[in-house]
């Protein structure tokens, strides 16, 4: 168990719905990151937050945004939905603002979308 | 043509063989190379980290870089059945806040 908890585990809703993932990183760590993984394009970075701040973007859609409150837990807010948009959605942690500090991985989300 | 290229598999050995696992990429400027193994509906977890070219060796686990080669490797000794798994490569430059790149991962099943 890597610490990092994500909620809900599977998530299924139809297209052009909005929702919302959760994430707690691990004790101590100031560092959020969400990935997309699907078959074929393997883990995408979106977004990463350090310490309730935006530290770095990476392949994120505008239909996608995300934030990370006080306590450290982060959302990923998905809106639109488009059927490309099914895959499994990661939250990581580490406990600095480098990208270069191990990342500890949740166990994901699942998000169908038909 | 993507950064990273990682043969998807599926690998399935007998208990006990040596596993080869690679991955090739384009990007020179990357430094750091890791491994991941991720089980069946579980996120992905830490493995290897190696640090330019050279070989690191943890119990059954060798990770080897090949620099000049672009080539990248994560041999495992013993197979074991909890060895199943997708296995990720994953990379980064030695520089700013630059993004981990993953390849796509291996699937490996170890047949008892």
């Known amino acids: 168990d890597s610490g990092v908890t994500q909620t809900p585990k599977h998530l299924i809703t139809a297209t052009g719905q909005r929702v919302t993932l959760r994430c707690s990183p691990r004790s101590g760590d100031l560092s959020v990151y969400w990935y997309q993984q699907s078959l074929d394009q393997g883990l995408q970075f979106l977004i990463q937050y350090y310490n309730g701040e935006e530290r770095a973007k990476g392949n994120i859609l505008e239909r996608f945004s995300a934030q990370q409150f006080p306590d450290l837990h982060s959302e990923l807010n998905l809106s639109s939905l488009e059927l490309g948009d099914s895959a499994l959605y990661f939250c990581a942690s580490s406990v600095g603002a480098s990208r270069a500090d191990t990342q500890y991985f949740g166990p994901g989300t699942r998000l169908t979308v038909l | 043509q993507k950064e990273v290229e990682q043969d998807p598999g599926p690998l399935s050995v007998p208990e006990g063989a040596i596993v080869s696992l690679n991955c090739t990429y384009s990007n020179s400027a990357f430094q750091y190379f890791m491994w991941y193994r991720q089980y069946s509906r579980k996120g992905p977890e830490l493995l290897m980290y190696t640090y330019s070219s050279g070989n690191k060796e943890d119990g059954r686990f060798t990770a080897q870089v090949d620099k000049s080669s672009k080539y990248i490797s994560l041999f495992i000794r013993d197979s074991q059945p909890s060895d199943s798994a997708t296995y990720l490569c994953?990379?980064?430059?030695?520089?700013?806040?630059?993004?981990?790149?993953f390849g796509t991962g291996t699937r490996l099943t170890i047949i008892p």
């Open positions: 994953a990379m980064r430059p030695n520089f700013g806040n630059e993004k981990l790149t």
